[in-house]
């Protein structure tokens, strides 16, 4: 090679061969304006999810929607958006982990699938917000229409639901949550901040931006009034449970700090989900500010007596769920709860061992002995029935041994190292929880009970892992319920087209 050519210079002909032309290659052309023909049937093919969604959801009475839409036939104005469009977008939306106004209004620029629901019109993210959290109860009734489609398509049959809660971050921060002096204090300077915007004095931006502000401001001093009033319930709350002041969240007042599947704790919701076992469709949704399942069942057992008519045969739900109300309520409407007791044996054991007692000295070596109601210790004396405790729930009856006894004892380092004598309780469980216990003994419990974990996570993952749901974008619990509700019709629909949709032939036939 030579040396001295310089890059990207022709290097000299070799002596006797002719000169190659230039090649010619196709040059692109920025300044033009182009028309394109479409046709916005042919945008996505014949078995695209966006038709199901589309034919199923005009299949349903949306005469809710409707009801809330002042453009009429006959009079001037603007038409509204047909809600079928609305209720679809949204709904694909979620199906494809987009839970964002914005960013649906963005994809309508270019994305086939939302350019054949709305047919290239742009739909103003406003208008995608507002409507999303405007029509509760339409809603519900959408979600109860399309679970009688999942009925009738022998996808539902309440023989077995799984119940199971799970907690899904608020659009809140952990640093978020503030006490009552510098709530107020933030709430001070908000009002003052949305008196500013009004002073003609201020710096003048455009009418756009000025109004975004206004708005800005004013709902930032509204959620600080919400954070108030709620913080003053749950300074009562806690008053009464001689609890230490609380704090609430100065973005979302109603969300609370929850610990998380991680280990860690951050401001949540607990959204609880029933899932029917025979196609992993979901029944019922609800969400709820309590951080942990103690009182959720009942509640969730009604909704889906509201959304199906009848309640279920079987419900199964993990130990979080059971306790005595739990399974009494169950008991008396027939319903044939499955779940495992919880099991307070660590808790015993460190309480004994907190307390410096032996293995061999831990209750079962102590005999009860039932026609003289008392206990008898492994040195062979008796602990004398004392009395009844009060208790939550069971009978709790306490059991005393002689303080002679003991302290003649050649084992008392090992059985009562830190107390003058030993004393044991026994507890006598309501009949209702007996027969659970037994119950729930039974190799068929067992065996059903395992599935629970498969049955009941299923649509939990789903929603989180595909619906990207793991942070609600709404604040508060009015909101952050509608947009569970959005998810869970979104879950069943994304379920039945997997499972039950055939696109038309014809249409097949046209597009192919
Ligand atoms: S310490 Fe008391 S209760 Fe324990 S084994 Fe001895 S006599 Fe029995």
Redo the contacts with the bound molecule.
Sequence with gaps: MDKNRVWGQKSPEPPGEEARPQPRLRAVNRCQMVLRPTDVEQLIEAHHPARAIWEIVGQQNLDGFLEAIEAVEGVAGRSAWDPRLLISVWIYAYTTGVSSAREIFRLCRYHPAYQWLTGLKEINHHTLSDFRVAHQQALNELFVQILGVLSYEGLITLERVMHDGTKVKAWAAGKSFRRKETLEKHLEAARQQVEEMGDPRSEEVSERVAKAQERAGREKQERLEAALEELQQLQAEARSKKQKPPRVSATDPEARVMKQPDGGFAPSYNVQISSDAKADMIVGIGVCQAANDTAELVPAVKRMEANLGEAPQQVVVDGGFINQGTIGAMEAQGIDLIGPLPDHTNQTVAALEKRGVAPE?FPQAFRYEAERNCYV???G?D?AFEGQEKSEGSARYRYR?KLA??QG?L??GQ??PKSQ??SLVRTEEPPEVRRHREKMASEAAREIYKQRSQIAEFPNAWIKEKFGLRRFRLRGLFKVTLEAMWAAIAYNLAQWIRLCWKPKKALGAALS
């Design positions: 000295f210790c492994p040195a004396r602990l041994a006894d003991c004892c084992s008392k059985c009562c004598r030993r």
